[in-house]
């Protein structure tokens, strides 16, 4: 075991020398799985047939919703290839040659630990850290936009609403589908107020289904992206800070 996890070590070190920044640091917080959604991140990368990497891993690979993502991708111009981490072993090595390759990498809804699992069983989140350095854009929606911060809240298989630490992309606590009761302010507002260690990211972010937050260089624009949803027309995005270990809340209106 200690030899698999020095091998595993050093297979992840390796991968991040293998390119050259292609930009700017990008990422996307919580726009939504839909077409529309992956039509603005696809947008974000300035290709127009971006090489994308789809993990489906926290819906534990559903071919469902990875035929749906994959039409919806493929609609936008991108040239897509899926990659089932839960279902189907991978080869590691391979794998973090096409992250570091990609120009898009998708994280799908689900279970966040589930995602959390692989990329911790193949040694995969240095490669993440090394793509996103080189100007690979991350993007996901619910557990795949909680999978890149720093914390989210989350909705844990057995049942418990808790914090569950991500990779930490963007240094800030995240959660979804802020204007539902199981993950809005009574839940979470409550939980980050217990978050007073100086240690930890004083920023958050809240966003409702249809708002999104699209960083660049760690600088933050709120989007839009409703996918022709009425009841998402009106989605916002909340920004937290902390001083003196108070947490203070802003509302963002997103650029329409």
């Given at each position: ?40 991140c696809c ?99 619910s557990a ?113």
């Amino acid at each position: 075991m200690k030899m698999q996890m020095v091998c595993g070590m050093a297979l992840a070190l390796a991968a991040t020398a293998l390119a050259a920044p292609k930009g700017p640091r990008k990422a996307v917080f919580g726009p939504g799985g839909n077409e529309a959604s992956l039509k603005a991140c696809c947008e974000f990368t300035g290709k127009a047939h971006p090489k994308t990497l789809m993990f489906e891993t926290p819906a534990g690979d559903d071919e469902g919703t990875i035929k749906r993502r994959l039409g919806w991708l493929q609609n936008v111009g991108a040239d897509v290839e899926v990659v089932r981490m839960w279902k189907e072993k991978v080869d590691p090595v391979e794998l973090r040659k096409k992250i570091m390759a990609a120009d898009l990498i998708w994280f799908g809804s689900g279970a966040t630990e589930q995602l959390l699992y692989k990329i911790d069983q193949y040694f995969l989140e240095q490669a993440f850290h090394a793509a996103y350095r080189n100007g690979t854009v991350l993007a996901g929606n619910s557990a795949g936009s909680i999978i890149q911060a720093y914390a989210g809240y989350n909705d844990f298989n057995d049942g418990r609403y808790d914090l569950i630490r991500g990779m930490g992309m963007i240094r800030c606590y995240f959660v979804p589908h802020y204007q539902s009761e199981i993950f809005g302010p009574g839940k979470f507002d409550k939980r980050l107020a217990e978050e007073t260690d100086p240690a930890t990211p004083d920023e958050a972010w809240a966003v409702e289904n249809g708002a999104g937050v699209f960083f660049t260089d760690e600088k933050p624009e709120v989007r839009l992206v409703t996918g022709g949803l009425k009841e998402r027309e009106n989605a916002c995005a909340y920004h937290f800070t902390r001083k003196d270990g108070v947490w203070k809340k802003e509302k963002v209106v997103p650029v329409r």
